[in-house]
């Protein structure tokens, strides 16, 4: 099960993300992070969330009680319309309009996929905001907090931590952040449209697919593994409209015959700046100085 696609739920872009890989499984955390009202037992700034419940079980909607920011401060009560939820999957939800802080096409989408160790656990926050830097940091440390609770209570380790640049023009990186992101939520149209029509993959060290129809081809190979993809560090050298991307990934998934696949490895890849200044991917190696070994 895969959330619904993100432009169907706001046009916000991803201003932060944390990706926790936790020691236990996906049952044993969603019964924490499926029932809101147990949202304060790994946020520290909430005092309680009053929870919503359909006929099934299902939460429609919850009001976030937080504490005062000072002793005798004002008590923030915020209330989530819930866009989407899944038992053992995730959910998705926005503020109500005209929330406590001031976000506007917000999204909160929180998902789980099996991992080798136990659960992989996406906390994705897209909106706008009339002080989209003050939010973004303010998101960053909430974030930041809710995944050391949750490595201290399941062990685990924090793999991504992403905050998106504000003000500044996005460099090449964002767009490898964002393929992994349309990888993760299963959006092929999403993940092609962030290669040049010309572009190469390297699906396998032995093999490589060139141009749009062949690049659709490798990543719908890849997106039906149900793969969750993960990066844990990179660098980008810039020369010009010239881009070369080194970074580490991990990617785990479901073979067509049920059984785990786990890969991982070191991409070397170059994009190209476009004239309306997105960086777009020209030739993609995850695989680095691995294809020296293919001949």
Known sequence: MT??????LTPAPLRNRIRVEL??????VWALIGNLARFPEYSAGLERV???LDANGRCTEYVCHFKPETEGGPRIADRNIMRWYEPGHGYASSGAPGNAFGLTDDLNLVTLEPSPHGSLLTWDEYFEAEDVDAMRASFDEALVDIADRLIARFGGRLIERFVGVVGAVEGAEVTVTRLADAVNRGDLDAAAGLYESEAV??????TAARGNAGIRDALWGFIRLRATLTTSSSRVLEAGDLALYLGRW???GIGPDGAPVAMGGESADVLRRQADGR??????????????STG
């Open 50 to 52: 009053d929870p919503t």
């Open 3 to 8: 959330p619904p696609t993100i432009a169907s």
């Open 23 to 28: 020691d236990a499984p996906i049952t044993d």
């Open 279 to 292: 960086w777009l991917i020209v030739l993609d190696n995850p695989w680095g100085t691995a294809l020296l």
């Open 250 to 252: 991990r990617a785990t």
């Open 201 to 206: 993959l390297v699906g396998t060290p032995a």
